[in-house]
């Protein structure tokens, strides 16, 4: 996987040299109406369409327990953790 990895990025770093990097994304976050956003069981998953685009899926599962939701600046620094965990890139997106 490291390889794969690696290799996208090396991928990523020609095209942006040749100014042909994609920076269409598509972000997704999905979470239950009825409890609190919480990242306590959330996942992040994203993935590389052949056009270019990056899709990002974020389930934030919801948290009946929660007292607080979540900030909108507390998921974004979540997102970035889970972006450069995962390599993906689209760093700049937003």
């Given at each position: 996987m490291k390889a794969i990895v690696g290799r996208l990025?090396?991928?990523e770093d020609h095209l942006a040299a040749k100014g042909l990097a994609s920076t269409k994304y598509f972000q997704m976050v999905v979470y239950d109406l009825a409890c609190k956003?919480?990242?306590r069981q959330a996942t992040y998953t994203s993935q590389l369409w052949?056009?270019?685009t990056i899709m990002e899926s974020i389930d934030l599962g919801g948290d009946?327990?929660?007292r607080v939701d979540v900030s909108d600046e507390e998921l974004e620094?979540?997102?970035r953790q889970q972006r450069e965990a995962?390599?993906?890139g689209c760093e700049t997106a937003r």
């Open positions: 990025r090396r991928l956003r919480s990242l052949p056009d270019g009946p327990d929660a620094a979540w997102i995962t390599g993906t």
